[in-house]
């Protein structure tokens, strides 16, 4: 079973947008620091127009934080943190969206921004900084969440090769690294979340694919350019990695999510000492 290519994973949507706001914050901070020293109105105007934007911007993120926290899968024990991220969250939007509108407002009347402005600023910088914390430290870092949309991103195909006969050895080290990266994001998001049978069939078909590739490296042997040497030391190293590649596929079929972590680091513990030794 191939997985599915989602064309935009509405979950992991919240994580880039975050960005374009906390982007935009230092721009703020700066033009109505420098419009309020210099009695500037070009600066006041950075900071007006980067204060706009950067608002839009909380607003679409925190739609699409409502809507990851309602699809996320949230563990035990989060609850107050999911809280308090998701109040942030509210809370800048709001403090961005009433200073700009504010500045839009009172621009007429003075268009060079002061001590409000930079305040609203500051207080702007300070919520969505604890938030920004919040969300990416505890939720993110140290609670595991987000795991999937770190593996596979808002836009982004599932991390796979396609199927091909290698023409060579690097070539066949790239789609290896495809299917090992595609085996354990997925066994990562699994241990975090809920493992669905759509989630085993996966690695079942990422680990047999491994296991081909490994088979053809084991019967053409060297390295680049090196005639073929079934008998070399890689060889016996890709037939190691096949028959835990092997192991690896058996244990998603029975659906034994411990088995299949277990499995996942026998396989990378074959592909590290591979390279260490060639290397």
Known sequence: MRPQIEIVRLMTVHPALVHFALGGLPIILIGYLLARWRRSERWAFVGDVAAVITATAATASLASGLLSNALVPWPGGLETWRAIHLAGGVASALVLNTLAIARLV????????????????????????????VGGDVLVFHSGMAVKAAANGATAPPTSAGR????????????????????????????????????????????RRLEELARWVAASGGKPGDEPKPGSHLARMATDLATRAQALGASARQRDLPAVTIAVGQTESVCAHCHDSER
């Open 164 to 207: 091909r006969v290698p023409h060579d050895l690097l070539d066949a080290m790239g789609q290896i690294r495809g299917s090992w990266a595609a085996t354990t994001d997925l066994a990562a998001a699994m241990i975090v979340e809920e493992p669905h049978d759509r989630d085993f069939d996966v690695i079942v078909d990422q680990s």
């Open 106 to 133: 009172g621009r007429r009347r003075h268009p060079v921004s002061g001590n409000g402005a930079l305040a609203g600023a500051l207080a702007a910088a300070a919520v969505v900084g604890f938030t920004g914390w």
